[in-house]
């Protein structure tokens, strides 16, 4: 129940791109245009372009590379190096959303694998897979450094912070019910398309859009708050380790130093290493054979 292509040309020679058509080509080279005139070299805005592109189709085409390509005075190898190094470019058709569910280590053991189990259960779609309406692509997405949040969901790179399979269940059938969906800071969710016009750098003309835009949350000022010397909030971010006894907590909102017994992690316990391991001791390391 998918749309996803898996189009690897293994190499084969392909046919020329097809142009756009006569008007859509004029009104990119008009945009090309504003763009370019934004960096003293061309080739800077390669990346724009590429957004550029992605707003008119939804995905990088041979067609989006070539008219990059043409337009920056590069060749079709170099713009396609760098469209497929970032994966905020799309290689084939894909969903007015994309839904990425971070499934990095800490979001992962929070609960991102669960999420991501889930949402392909109930859209009956797996990894870079795009529903049969067309509405959402789901995939795995890397860290995106907002692990005070985990686990994290995003949709077209809007964040929606401390997820759960049934939030994110909500959230994916909002997007499908065409419902206004507002992530946890910024404003209301956009096409896939709208979105890469913006990141395009093209105003976001939406009412209230610009304002919408948020800033960090309570969880990424604690580290701010801590090398400022201020008081925290009495509750814990985190949960005290299995056995830490109850006094080693911050008290009255002050900062907690903690002793280095305090650390519990692995590479803070002792370790048998060959000074401390008689089975293992301290020599000469031994050639193969011997
Ligand atoms: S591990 Fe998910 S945002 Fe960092």
Redesign the pocket.
């Known amino acids: 129940m998918t749309t996803s292509r898996q189009d690897v040309s293994l190499g084969m020679p392909q046919l020329p791109a097809t142009p756009y058509p006569a008007e859509v080509r004029a009104r990119l080279d008009a945009d090309a245009k504003e763009v370019l005139a934004r960096y003293p070299g061309s080739r800077s805005a390669l990346l724009p372009l590429l957004h550029l592109v992605q707003s008119e189709e939804g995905y990088v085409s041979r067609t989006g590379i070539a008219f990059c390509a043409e337009t920056l005075d590069l060749t079709t190898a170099e713009v396609t190096a760098v469209s497929t190094f970032y994966s905020m470019y799309r290689r084939r058709p894909s969903g007015d959303y994309q839904v990425g569910v971070?499934?990095?280590?800490?979001?992962?053991v929070m609960g991102?694998d669960a999420i991501f189990d889930t949402l392909k259960e109930h859209l009956g779609v797996g990894n870079n897979e795009t529903t049969e309406d067309g509405k959402v692509t789901l995939e795995h997405?890397?860290?995106?450094?907002?692990?005070d949040?985990?686990?994290?969901v995003m949709v077209n790179w809007e964040f929606f912070d401390n997820q759960t399979p049934e939030s994110a269940t909500q959230l994916v059938d909002d997007l499908i019910a065409g419902r206004t969906v507002e992530p946890t800071r910024g404003a209301p969710i956009c096409s896939y398309k709208d979105t890469a016009r913006i990141l395009a750098g093209f105003p976001d003309e939406r009412p209230g859009a610009v304002e919408a835009t948020g800033g960090a949350g309570p969880a990424s000022l604690v580290g701010l708050k801590l090398a400022k010397g201020e008081a925290l909030p009495k509750a814990r971010v985190v949960s005290p380790r299995a056995g830490q006894p109850e006094d080693t907590r911050p008290q009255d909102g002050q900062p907690h130093d903690p002793s280095p017994s305090e650390h519990l992690s692995s590479h803070d316990a002792p370790q048998q290493t060959s000074a401390s391991d008689p089975e293992h001791p301290a020599g000469p390391a031994a050639e193969e054979g011997e």
């Open positions: 971070c499934t990095n280590t800490l979001c992962a991102g997405i890397e860290c995106n450094a907002a692990c949040f985990a686990p994290v």
